[in-house]
């Protein structure tokens, strides 16, 4: 029998390490599965399940040095405390990204299987993110773009005004009626927009009340077969699947499944007014921070730079919620909508410099 080496001092921290990521892990998804039903709950077990394979893996491979377990890592105490308050969707968006990243696969004591899995589970946390970030899409999206808009239109508009020397009572005026004009307009457009949407799937989408016509169509003589034909089927699996409705029809059934298809698409959309409103109050409280220091009573370069510093923070807060909802790095999202919203202020700013000594 061969007897394995002993490890070395590098490899047992990182395994008390590895180890110590697996058990917080396996109580992240626990956690998260404390607040969910169904299907979703026994999903998030199975993972939980999985994680304590990994974790027996390593306290085979510690032995004795399996007593002394460090402290998790950041991102996993950071992913324990989101699951336990909120058990929202950011967990699983930060989740799917930790096992994205997992150093398994360039590993040699991890076993293959263990780094086939963890992909795996990436896939699994993307599953779930992904209905999470379906029924936040209509009214989370109005909000966090509209506060991004707000940040960076009004800070453009205050530095233009700023640059082109009118005093500060004149640059929070403008600010203000920016705020309120482009808070409205967005509201507007929004509610638009989605009751637009809405109504273009409504004209798409089958009718829910048109399984209550089956039972009163003659079986050997009825056009049920063209309604499948008309949504892509050819002929003869339009002909067997029509054949097939007839035949299992439960009206209880049908409507369950028509109101479930309806709610669906409700929570894809989100609400027209929800939009509406969530739109307007993030543009508003977006555009009111560059206008901060003039209600303040600030007024030239001062006024300008600590405008631009507390947006310049906003949007990095924006930029990250952002980066950590599409699964993306949330400090690469951080960066780009900080350059974004500063290029467009710099712009007005050269813009405002250039007017302002021409009329002078």
Known sequence: MTVAPEPNPAEIRRWRRYL???RA???VYRDLAARRTGEERAILLALAEAESRHEQHWVTLLGPHADRVPAVSLRTRVLGFFARRFGSVFVLALAQRAESRSPYADDAHATAAMAADERIHGEVVRGLAARGRQRLSGTFRAAVFGANDGLVSNLALVMGIG??????????LTGLAGLLAGALSMGAGEYVSVRSQRELLDASTPDPEAHTALPHLDVD???LALVYRARGMDEVAAVEHARGILADYDP???AARAAEAEAEQHEAIGSAWGAALSSFAFFASGAIIPVVPYLLGLEGLVAV???AVLVGIALLVTGAIVGVLSGASPV???LRQLAIGYGAAAATYLLGLAFGTTIA
């Open 20 to 22: 110590a990521d697996e």
């Open 25 to 27: 892990e396996a109580a």
């Open 163 to 172: 640059a082109a020397g009118l005093g500060p009572g004149a640059v929070l």
């Open 221 to 223: 003589a009825n056009e």
């Open 252 to 254: 209880v059934a049908a």
């Open 305 to 307: 730079v600590i405008s």
């Open 332 to 334: 690469k999202r951080a």
